[in-house]
């Protein structure tokens, strides 16, 4: 079976996608066949066809559609030990689930579901973690006008606690951020953290992961 690689980070604006095409040159260099699966192909590759038409009908997903189409893609791969799924920002779904409405025993329920299907493929989360009130300042500045007010206010909508838009943004990310880490650890899955995303340059992130990713793909 294929690796599956996710990269998650903590919030915006932490270098998950520039990450995620670092590691995509850097495992085909390696010899790695690499489907490097973008996050807004969610929307457009029609392996994700079935998630697709839920998010346009209903603005969810059921969680036996994420469950079956995630396993059609990771077996659709084929045994090759040496070929990697590389997801930027979607797998394992954690704030997705959040932002639809699951709640925690569910969003648990999704990960126990992807462990028995995938049987014995490899899964790797490369999380990106960081101070997340900074990261978000970070991506104030790196996003367009008015983004920021957008997406705390999109956090917000699916917070039930009460506060400012930033303060309900920042709970709801430190939420999905220990629920990630929680079910990850749980299901032993192999986490590869580098702490600090906020603070280090691209080029250090990258020398990071590839240190720690390194060491873990020779043990295959």
Same mark, same amino acid.
């Given at each position: 079976?294929?690796?599956?690689?996710?990269?998650? *980070? +903590?919030?915006?604006?932490?270098?998950?996608?520039?990450?995620?095409? +670092?590691?995509?040159?850097?495992?085909?260099?390696? *010899?790695?066949?690499?489907?490097?699966?973008?996050?807004?192909?969610?929307?457009?590759?029609?392996?994700?066809?079935?998630?697709?038409?839920?998010?346009?009908?209903?603005?969810?997903?059921?969680? @036996?559609?994420?469950?079956?189409?995630?396993?059609?893609?990771?077996? +659709?791969?084929?045994?090759? @030990?040496?070929?990697?799924?590389?997801?930027?920002?979607?797998?394992?779904?954690?704030?997705?689930?959040?932002?639809?409405?699951? *709640?925690?025993?569910? !969003?648990?329920?999704?990960?126990? %579901? !992807?462990?028995?299907?995938?049987?014995?493929?490899?899964?790797?989360?490369?999380? &990106?973690?960081?101070?997340?009130?900074?990261?978000?300042?970070?991506?104030?500045?790196? @996003?367009?006008?008015?983004?920021?007010?957008?997406?705390?206010?999109?956090?917000?909508?699916?917070?039930? +606690?009460?506060?400012?838009?930033?303060?309900?943004?920042?709970?709801?990310?430190?939420?999905?951020?220990? &629920?990630?880490?929680?079910?990850?650890?749980?299901?032993?899955?192999?986490?590869?953290?580098?702490?600090?995303?906020?603070?280090?340059?691209?080029?250090?992130?990258?020398?990071?992961?590839?240190? @720690?990713? %390194?060491?873990?793909?020779?043990?295959?």
């Amino acid at each position: 079976m294929p690796v599956l690689l996710a990269v998650v *980070g +903590a919030a915006p604006a932490v270098g998950k996608s520039t990450l995620t095409r +670092a590691l995509r040159d850097w495992l085909r260099d390696r *010899g790695h066949d690499v489907d490097h699966v973008e996050e807004d192909e969610i929307l457009t590759r029609p392996a994700f066809a079935p998630l697709a038409r839920e998010l346009a009908v209903r603005e969810s997903v059921a969680l @036996e559609t994420l469950v079956v189409t995630v396993t059609d893609v990771v077996t +659709a791969a084929g045994d090759d @030990e040496q070929a990697v799924l590389l997801f930027d920002s979607l797998f394992p779904f954690v704030s997705s689930l959040a932002q639809w409405g699951y *709640g925690k025993h569910r !969003i648990a329920g999704f990960f126990d %579901e !992807i462990v028995a299907r995938l049987g014995d493929t490899r899964i790797i989360v490369v999380y &990106l973690d960081a101070d997340i009130d900074q990261a978000l300042r970070n991506a104030e500045l790196r @996003e367009p006008p008015g983004w920021l007010e957008w997406y705390l206010d999109d956090l917000a909508h699916s917070s039930p +606690a009460t506060g400012t838009p930033r303060e309900l943004a920042v709970d709801r990310l430190a939420q999905d951020r220990e &629920l990630t880490l929680q079910l990850v650890d749980e299901r032993r899955w192999i986490l590869l953290r580098v702490p600090n995303c906020d603070l280090l340059s691209v080029d250090q992130v990258f020398a990071r992961a590839c240190d @720690e990713l %390194e060491t873990v793909l020779a043990q295959a």
